[in-house]
């Protein structure tokens, strides 16, 4: 039986949709919470490897807080250079890009160049690549999804730009033919996007001011179970591209 490996960083920050698909195509699920001190796995052939997301970033490489995130960068690099699926969400798709040789910078404001994070729902957009065909096609029509960070990704010279938004060029990208960054979220249920209004207060207040609770309120109201089926159509394109 294939495996979907999930490495998970705090519990908020769940795979929500990406576990409904996978057992659907009959995946067996393991989660490693590296943030509760669980080991990494060991990889093999068929394995898809999910990295999700969290506040830690790329800065924090190296630091006493995060040990294991250097851990996490070799094993990606090691997905990458055994052919294992890889879909990295969020964090997941920097320290994807950060493994192939890429980095991040903090998102800023276009007129300010002061920092602004990209918080809630907006549309995505495709580049005209023909590689990924029914992936753009469908993000050729209005696409929204989640946004909630406050980086940009300096993508190394191996990937290749799939998707924007209008605040952030690196939302969807590729390195190779089995590696996909996904700066945005899809995965994402009602109750989810409410912990995250919940307990990222000062987080939001920085982006959106101090009515930026109730914003991402209304915002999920409008979108959540509206995008639904056609946040589940990208995730089956994605897994059938990693097939």
């Given at each position: 039986?294939?495996?979907?490996?999930?490495?998970?960083?705090?519990?908020?920050?769940?795979?929500?949709?990406?576990?409904?698909?996978?057992e659907?195509?009959?995946?067996?699920v393991?989660t490693?919470?590296?943030?509760?001190?669980?080991?990494?796995?060991e990889?093999?052939?068929?394995d898809?490897?999910?990295?999700?997301g969290g506040?830690?970033?790329?800065?924090?490489?190296?630091?006493?807080?995060?040990?294991?995130?250097?851990?996490?960068?070799?094993?990606?690099?090691?997905?990458?250079?055994?052919?294992?699926?890889?879909?990295?969400?969020?964090l997941?798709?920097q320290l994807?890009?950060?493994?192939?040789?890429?980095?991040?910078?903090?998102?800023?404001?276009?007129?300010s160049?002061q920092?602004?994070?990209?918080i809630g729902?907006?549309?995505?957009?495709?580049q005209?690549?023909?590689?990924?065909c029914?992936?753009t096609t469908?993000?050729?029509?209005p696409?929204?999804?989640?946004?909630?960070?406050g980086?940009?990704?300096?993508?190394?010279?191996?990937?290749?730009?799939?998707?924007?938004?209008?605040?952030?060029k690196?939302?969807?990208?590729s390195?190779?033919?089995?590696?996909?960054?996904l700066?945005?979220?899809v995965?994402?249920?009602?109750?989810?996007?409410?912990?995250?209004?919940?307990?990222?207060q000062?987080?939001i207040?920085?982006?959106?001011?101090?009515?930026?609770?109730?914003?991402?309120?209304?915002?999920?109201?409008?979108?959540?179970?509206?995008?639904?089926?056609?946040?589940?159509?990208?995730l089956?394109?994605?897994?059938?591209?990693l097939?």
């Open positions: 039986m294939r495996r979907l490996l999930v490495l998970q960083h705090l519990e908020r920050e769940r795979p929500g949709l990406y576990v409904n698909l996978a659907q195509r009959g995946f067996s393991c490693f919470r590296l943030d509760l001190g669980d080991s990494l796995p990889l093999s052939n068929g898809l490897l999910l990295v999700l506040p830690m970033g790329i800065r924090d490489i190296g630091t006493l807080t995060y040990p294991w995130l250097i851990e996490e960068v070799g094993l990606i690099k090691e997905a990458l250079n055994q052919g294992i699926g890889l879909i990295g969400v969020c997941g798709a994807l890009a950060y493994a192939a040789g890429g980095d991040v910078e903090i998102l800023q404001e276009e007129e160049d920092p602004l994070a990209e729902w907006d549309h995505i957009f495709p005209l690549l023909e590689n990924h029914k992936l469908l993000l050729g029509n696409f929204p999804v989640l946004h909630w960070h980086d940009r990704i300096l993508l190394p010279n191996t990937a290749e730009l799939i998707a924007s938004s209008c605040r952030c690196e939302q969807l990208f390195i190779g033919s089995l590696a996909y960054g700066q945005f979220h995965e994402v249920d009602d109750e989810m996007v409410n912990t995250w209004i919940s307990e990222d000062k987080f207040s920085s982006a959106l001011g101090a009515d930026g609770q109730s914003i991402l309120k209304q915002q999920q109201k409008e979108f959540g179970h509206k995008t639904l089926v056609s946040r589940i159509e990208f089956n394109i994605l897994f059938d591209l097939s």
